[in-house]
């Protein structure tokens, strides 16, 4: 039982290490969004950003919970979570 309770205390603190929270989001990738002819969508507010149905509006900078869209620096910007594994 010891042994067992070593272990998840192990388990716990690694994935602390990486990064992982009750949501089971660890970090995100970026990637400016383009036109089907390459060119970066421009923006002022990130309402301005072209987004897919279902597809929200970013509201915070903390790593997100689902796919959003953002407008950093003039420029459109998806933002896709990565899932803790």
Do not use: H
């Amino acid at each position: 039982m010891r042994l067992l309770w070593r272990g998840v205390l192990i388990a716990s603190a690694a994935a602390g290490l990486l990064g992982c929270n009750d949501i089971e989001v660890c970090g995100s990738t970026q990637t400016r969004a383009t036109s089907d002819a390459g060119v970066d969508y421009r923006c002022t507010t990130a309402e301005d950003c072209p987004r897919r149905s279902g597809v929200s509006v970013c509201v915070t900078d903390v790593s997100p919970q689902f796919d959003c869209v953002k407008c950093e620096e003039t420029y459109c910007v998806d933002v896709e979570p990565k899932e803790c594994k």
